[in-house]
């Protein structure tokens, strides 16, 4: 597994170790040891103990990764401090922007950098295109709160911002975003309703709260049986179409050219890495 194929990135509070070794145990494909929103103030200091000894030593499949509190806060740099030297897979940035990405400076691991405010969403293809940057992930509390947007059971109220961000990640050459956070950890049939929506959309991967999320995003975002069988259909079908001098072929009626062709390579490409965890 590697943070460009990973699907469910599951956060855990940092001053909570039996949290936290429950998350790392709990099939995640990144595993999020959080010291910013889940953390009082009051166990700032104790949660950045207890994530380093915990982290320090990990014996996990899962990826690692370490959300200290926003750039420009009275705890950030006190929080890398405390996580320096660790072999971290991943820095999940919260309250992202250019400048913020800019600030951790160029040393250091991969960042997962959090679009959770409107500043944070139009500067999202900047913030992107930095180097450090491997991926994007939607606030979208935060950024609601602060839009003042009203939950709905079809999620229209962050269409924009979810399809900005898989543009912007798109266009920065990055991997496709994970999306929000379903908040609701009793509502499995919630959660897979909006994953799905989050996939069609072009997501990749989803933001868990709790380890019963996890079977629920890792199989949605990894294609079917039937999906794969119809890649390979469709790959096939393509390749003796090519052989025959053609660009073009009828599968089920339905017309195949590149553009399906290189659809159907990434189901398989997904369906290799989902094996390969």
């Known amino acids: 597994m590697s943070l460009a194929t990973a699907r469910s990135l599951l956060f855990a509070p940092g001053h909570e170790e039996r949290k936290l070794q429950k998350a790392l145990a709990a099939g995640a494909d990144a595993v999020v040891a959080d010291l910013e929103d889940a953390v009082p103030a009051g166990e700032k200091e104790a949660a950045r103990a207890v994530a380093r000894s915990v982290l320090e030593g990990r014996a996990t499949r899962s990826l690692v990764a370490v959300r200290p509190n926003a750039v420009g806060t009275a705890h950030w740099e006190a929080d890398l401090e405390a996580v ?22 160029p040393d250091g ?22 180097p450090r940057v491997a991926a994007l992930v939607l606030g979208a509390v935060d950024l609601g709160a602060e839009l003042g947007l009203e939950p709905r ?8 911002a979810r399809s900005q961000l898989v543009v912007d990640s798109a266009a920065a050459g990055i991997r496709s975003p994970f999306d929000l956070v379903h908040v609701d950890i009793r509502d499995d049939e919630g959660l897979e309703a909006e994953a799905r ?10 933001a868990c709260i709790h380890p019963a999320q996890i079977e629920i995003v890792n199989r949605v975002f990894s294609p079917t049986e039937e999906e794969q069988e119809r890649a390979r259909r469709v790959i096939e079908a393509y390749e003796h179409a090519l052989a025959d001098g053609r660009g073009v072929v009828a599968l089920d009626g339905e017309m195949i050219d590149l553009p399906v062709v290189e659809r159907a390579r990434r189901v398989l490409a997904e369906t290799e890495r989902s094996v390969s965890r």
């Not at 919260?94 to 600030?103: G, I, L």
């Not at 959090?114 to 992107?128: H, K, S, Y």
């Not at 929506?197 to 989803?206: E, H, N, P, T, V």
């Open 84 to 105: 320096s030297g660790l072999e971290l897979d991943a820095l999940v940035l919260p309250k992202a922007t250019p400048e913020a990405v800019t600030a951790l400076g």
């Open 109 to 130: 691991p991969p960042v997962i950098a959090i679009v959770e405010t409107a500043l944070g969403l139009r500067q999202a293809f900047e913030t992107a295109r930095l």
């Open 153 to 160: 059971a079809d999620g229209l109220e962050v269409l924009y």
């Open 197 to 206: 929506l989050a996939r069609s959309l072009g997501f990749r991967g989803k």
